[in-house]
């Protein structure tokens, strides 16, 4: 099995959000970056979880700048055969995907594996795009993913539900939440991560459909209304009257 | 020129996120003075409210399955049999699974996940949350076909009062190479799902164990909410997954939300923190949660939400 993960940087959880003056870049001063939870919790650990039954390669992909280091090497810590940068700004949706696409064509993965989303952009978009411009399907938002001989086997929660599919291999897949559990590096890995390979290799030509016009921050919440405990029944008629949302 | 919109439906039912979508597609094809054709996979009775929601046009086609090669073929010749340059879809699974492989075939810049009709006093720019509802982003989008998903419950419906003409349609799709091969259904109380629903009432581990979600669901039942919870919830298995809402779940962004003993973890606010009016009944006053609330009350549960039960009763029977 050889197997294709999408690792993107995403800021720390609680980093705060800031923008640079002319509000068109996010400010990244003081911001921890780590892997993107999607990618790694999910996408990353099924996908090594997969090489130990059924043999076979993990690599890596990210799109960006030298900077990416750090997270590509987490990636490789946790237990990622080797990796590779496409040394490009990650510009919009589409120009990223067409990056991907261009790294793993003809080189014969069994499965791309992405996060659904990352948490900063929350797009759920490149997989799909990735997906299309190889000319392969794509299974998004799966909660578990095995191997039944050519076929992945898949769920995804629908509403009410849980559906499983089959899809044909190769195949491009978006991991949510369930597809396996979060693993720590170990110190071997750590230490293995730091003389594993990590190839750089240049852009391929693509053009960007779309630019950030502006960042803002959403308007601040006005002051919690207290309603003393004894008097909740009040809060339904204020939810009428006053919020107007019953 | 033309905006083509895709309406997803279940059984012949358009849910409230297709209609939201066709509305945005039909509002910006006034704006900009064209038309907006909808497309369906499966039968539907008459245009299905499609009219009423402003598309002039239905295409209906017979495609079983939800193969995202074969929907993207569907909705590409589509496009190219209306002449469309704007393709609309709203910001659900098949949204999800469509909308990023026609971008990706046409080179159209996408904006996913809008929350507001496009500006195009100059330009055309369409606005989106980003950082997990933590910020918003201006997309300017600067390619000719543009493909946008509109965010379930953020735009809203406007009723023309029309009647769509509808006319059947079919494609080459070539082969699947996905098939559902079972689908398991999970109970679903009142039916009503998740991320469409209006009223959701939300409770954690203050609830201090499954046996007591009894009281959370009559209140559910009596505001006619659905019900959701927090990780830890799911994760020990006191509610099933599907209700967990937070950045590893599902997003949502209700009219009311009622977070009752759920502290309010950054990880928890970011999948719900769109939600118009937040009311949190926890009873640590220092809970997180508090700072995001709209309205608070400070107390144990178990005493508030009778309370809550008595007066939402009272208030649906003087209605």
């Known amino acids: 099995m050889k197997i294709l993960v999408c690792v993107s940087k995403a800021p720390d959880t609680t980093s705060r959000i800031a923008f640079n003056a002319d509000q068109t870049a996010f400010d990244e001063n003081g911001v921890q970056f780590i892997v993107n939870p999607y990618d790694e919790w999910y996408g990353l650990v099924r996908a090594l979880e997969l090489k130990e039954t059924l043999g076979g390669t993990v690599t890596t992909i990210s799109v960006g700048g030298a900077d990416y280091e750090p997270v590509i090497r987490k990636a490789l810590a946790i237990g990622a055969d080797d990796a590779v940068r496409v040394d490009a700004p990650e510009s919009d949706a589409l120009y990223v995907a067409s990056q991907i696409a261009a790294y793993a064509r003809g080189k014969g993965f069994d499965i791309i594996l992405c996060g659904k989303e990352t948490i900063s952009f929350n797009g759920s978009v490149v997989p799909g795009m990735v997906a299309e411009l190889l000319d392969l399907p794509y299974v998004p938002l799966a909660t578990k993913l095995d191997i039944d001989g050519q076929s992945a086997v898949l769920e995804r929660e629908v509403s009410g539900g849980v559906e499983v599919i089959e899809a044909k291999l190769p195949v491009v897949i978006s991991a949510a939440k369930g597809m396996a559990e979060q693993r720590i590096p170990n110190m071997r890995g750590i230490m293995a991560a730091r003389t594993k390979p990590l190839e750089t290799v240049a852009a391929a030509d693509a053009s960007v459909t779309t630019a950030i016009k502006a960042y803002s921050m959403p308007p601040a919440k006005g002051a919690c209304r207290y309603i003393e405990p004894e008097q909740a029944g009040d809060l339904i008629r204020i939810l009428h009257e006053e919020a107007k949302v019953i | ?319």
């Open chain 2, 1 to 319: 020129m033309a905006i083509l919109v895709f309406a997803d439906q279940h059984n012949g039912t358009f849910p409230k996120s297709s209609l939201e979508a066709v509305s945005y597609a039909a509002r910006l094809a006034q704006t900009t003075g064209t038309t907006c054709t909808a497309l369906t996979t499966g039968p539907v009775e008459g245009d299905g409210g499609l009219g009423q929601a402003g598309a002039s046009r239905l295409l209906v086609t017979d495609l079983k399955g939800q193969d995202s090669q074969q929907l993207t073929r569907l909705v590409l010749a589509a496009a190219e049999k209306e002449a469309a340059h704007i393709i609309i879809f709203s910001h659900d699974l098949m949204g999800k699974l469509v909308a990023p492989r026609v971008a990706a075939r046409l080179g159209a810049g996408m904006v996913s996940g809008a929350t507001a009709l496009p500006d195009v006093s100059s330009g055309f720019v369409v606005r989106r949350n980003v950082f997990s509802g933590k910020a918003i982003a201006d997309i300017r989008v600067d390619t000719e076909k543009k493909v946008i998903t509109v965010t379930p419950n953020s735009v809203g419906i406007v009723m023309t009062g029309g009647a769509a003409q509808v006319e059947s349609f079919s494609a080459d799709l070539g082969e699947a190479r996905t098939h559902v091969r079972e689908t398991r259904t999970e109970s679903n109380e009142h039916g009503i799902p998740l991320p469409e629903a209006d009223l959701v009432v939300s409770a954690g581990r203050g609830l201090k164990g499954p046996e007591h979600w009894g009281i959370i669901e009559e209140l559910a039942r009596e505001l006619g909410a659905a019900t959701a919870c927090s990780r830890p919830v799911s994760d020990i298995g006191w509610r099933p997954h599907h209700e967990h809402v937070g950045q590893t779940g599902i997003t949502i962004r209700p009219n009311l939300y009622i977070a009752i003993g759920i502290s309010g973890a950054i990880q928890h606010l970011a999948g719900v923190n769109g939600s118009k009016t937040i009311v949190v009944v926890n009873k640590d006053p220092e809970a997180p949660f508090f700072k995001a609330a709209d309205y608070g009350i400070v107390g144990d549960a178990f005493e508030v939400i009778p309370r809550l039960i008595e007066a939402a009763r009272q208030f649906k029977s003087a209605r």
